[in-house]
């Protein structure tokens, strides 16, 4: 098996974009193309979840590769709800790291403002298992991930504050970040006194409806940042089925395999990205991956832990709830801040990285994949 690196990186601004899906395709892949020096291209893989029902339009792997005068070089779509971009990227890792590919573009994208609101929460549902009693009876992932928060917060302590420590702590990061969807100040007493969605879910602690793009360039050898590991694991899209509504299994299986194809544990990780679709998300997803103990990772918010100067920096990009969550687009997004911060470039900069972590996790715990780069030269 070969070395596989990323050796170059594109992304637009999150947010509302009047552009096209296609166009913000472009813009991030060009960018991504130009950054890694314009290599001969083998193959794309694009991640989008759901360019049909809101934007209209599908074939985004062909129109991508004919846009950017690839030939007539193999490309595809991924769809995995909002891990198409992370499964979108361990596809591409996996054939050039087997030999099938030297070089392959992975791009992530979402355009999903523009239609109602009813419109977009139906597309986004489609994203859970509606021929069963739970889709019979309405249920939606604001109401998924408010179960698990009441009951975290029953189990082990917890409350609401905490949830807000973390809209708190990404929001404060994406300030300094100028591709995040918001960079505005806030504070722990607006967070907890905004509108509510779901009890004890309010508006802060579930990640917005946005438009983006990110791309990166996969090469083999060593050339870049080093892709270690990538972890892939599933779980059941029903809350009536799992053993432990706190227990995510395919977070912890994807973290699992990850870690143990990479040689490395949690200790050695000095920066992550996880997918913070809700507040509650990033808590369970802390645990899960091993950074701290079952029903602690509350402990860690409080202890800011999660921050620079603690035990390890989580979501510095600003996270999906302040960075923007165009659901394709973010597992690319979640790479790119990794990339960045081992390149020692990245917006709030974690001082001497050399491995980072990045989690990208699909419906309510269907997908999750987990990637671990390491340093080039380290």
Known sequence: MRDVSVTGRGITKFGKNTESIKNMLVEACREALIEAGRPKVDAVFVGNFASGSLANQEILGSMLTNELGLGSIPSMKVEGACASGGLAFRQAYQLVKAGEYDSVLV??????????????????????????SEGASGLTFPGFFGVLANRYMY?????????????????????????????????LEEIMNARPITEPLGLFDCSPISDGAAAVLLEKGKDGVQVLSSGQASG????????????????????KSAYEASGIS??????????????????????????????????????????HGGTVPVNTSGGLLSKGHP??????????QIVDQLNGRAVNQVENATHGLAQNLGGTGAYSTVHIFRKKGA
């Not at 302590?157 to 100028?178: D, F, I, Q, T, W």
């Not at 089925?241 to 994807?254: I, K, R, V």
């Not at 659901?327 to 790119?336: D, E, N, P």
């Open 236 to 255: 059941t899209p029903l809350m009536q089925e799992a053993d432990d509504l706190l227990h995510m299994p395919a977070t912890y299986e994807s973290g």
């Open 266 to 307: 949690p200790e050695d990780i000095d920066v992550v990205e996880l997918h913070d679709c809700f507040s509650m998300t990033e808590i369970i997803a802390i645990e899960e991956l091993g950074f701290f103990d079952k029903g602690k990772g509350w402990v860690a918010l409080e202890n800011d832990q999660t921050k």
């Open 327 to 336: 659901i394709g687009a973010t597992g690319i997004a979640q790479i790119i």
């Open 155 to 187: 189990e082990y302590g917890a409350e609401r504050r905490h949830l807000a420590m973390v809209s708190l702590k990404n929001r404060e990061y994406a300030m300094n970040n100028p591709m995040a969807q918001f960079q505005k100040a806030t504070s």
């Open 107 to 132: 791009a992530g994208a979402e355009k999903m403002t523009g239609p109602e609101t009813e419109t977009i929460t139906n597309a986004i549902n489609h994203a859970m298992d509606n021929d069963s």
